[in-house]
């Protein structure tokens, strides 16, 4: 039988739509993981971030695959977690992640945040401290939780100063432990951001002796543990989430009374101080690979080597997963086109 009486008898019976759809469903499984055994473990660093944010956006229903949740005082304790395989995603200050990058830990950055208002970033004072500004701060205590966004700030404000570091009075302490020194006079100054600014000031008359945001203001973080970009089906889970948390983000933006109900309820904070740090935020998130994200960035690995604080210089460029600033900029343009 000739080849064009067979193609006849395959199309006169039907069997060309069939493997037509055979192959076409074999490549879209190919092409699309299963995501139903992903599990995706979503760490937090305070009290307003991914895990309220998507909580209250409504973004975690229908989801194609698990979610837990991990939350954490800062960054630092985040990424310890991430190098030991228990978080999957997280979002928050750069300087945690840089400082894991250069001790080592296996972290792709996926995009970039930015802060478009002045935010609660600030070094506080008690309300009746004589204190007047930053370079009242020689010889003083200062608590300040150490490599987050607030310490390389901190580092700056006192370096247009003219205040030298001095590692005796600059105590390492976590956000509980910082507030209580301040209100106790353990400590003249507290370093710290939102909501845990809002709350010292709402609930113990603390007093911002500066808005770090005006000092410097690099870009925060989303990242994730560079072993679950490289597996097709967690990779395909974190762009699903990635998805879910920029719109959530643009949720909190657009509801910033909602949200500050969301905050006090979720984190059990007083509605004052929610209100306070949704008033002075909105972040948006922007593709890792945008210039002034990465020479933000790269100044930041440059103070902390050159300083002999980060063990090794590196191109924070090399850590950034190039191909996830089309998921950014793509669902951002989704945003765009609804607003």
Do not use: C
């Not at 770090?212 to 970009?229: E, F, Q």
């Amino acid at each position: 039988m000739r080849l064009e009486e067979i193609t006849g008898l395959i199309r006169n019976a039907g069997f060309g739509i069939a493997l037509a759809s055979l192959f076409a469903g074999a490549s879209w499984a190919q092409g699309a993981p299963d995501l139903s055994s992903v599990t995706l473990t979503v760490g937090t660093p305070n009290k307003t971030g991914l895990h309220r944010q998507l909580i209250a956006a409504n973004e975690i229903e229908n989801l194609p695959y698990k979610i837990k949740w991990a939350d954490f005082d800062s960054t630092p304790p985040l990424v310890e977690a991430l190098r030991a395989g228990h978080v999957d995603i997280a979002a928050g200050g750069d300087t945690g992640v840089l400082a894991a990058i250069a001790n080592g830990v296996k972290v792709t950055i996926l995009a970039g945040t930015r802060e478009r208002k002045e935010s609660g970033s600030a070094i506080l004072v008690r309300g009746d401290s004589s204190l007047k500004d930053v370079a009242d701060l020689k010889g003083h205590k200062v608590a300040l939780p150490y490599f987050t966004k607030q310490h390389y700030q901190f580092a700056k404000a006192l370096e247009q100063a003219g205040v030298p570091w001095d590692d005796k009075l600059i105590l390492n302490l976590n956000t509980t432990d910082g507030l209580s020194a301040l209100v106790n006079s353990q400590v003249d100054a507290f370093v710290v951001w939102d909501p845990n600014t809002a709350i010292a000031q709402q609930q113990h008359g603390a007093r911002i002796l500066k808005s770090l945001s005006k000092v410097i203001d690099t870009a925060g973080v989303l990242y994730a543990p560079t072993s679950s970009v490289e597996d097709a089906a967690r990779k395909a889970a974190l762009e699903d989430l990635a998805r879910r948390i920029i719109r959530a983000q643009a949720w909190v933006n657009a509801h910033p009374t909602e949200w500050a109900e969301q905050v006090a309820k979720l984190s059990q904070i007083s509605l004052d101080a929610a209100n306070l740090q949704a008033s002075r935020s909105r972040v948006e998130y922007v593709p890792a690979t945008d210039d002034d994200v990465l020479a933000g960035w790269q100044k930041e690995v440059a103070y902390f080597h050159e300083s002999g604080q980060f063990k090794r210089d590196f191109r924070v460029e090399d850590y950034v997963l190039k191909d996830f600033g089309d998921v950014i900029r793509d669902e951002n343009k989704k945003l765009a086109k609804t607003n």
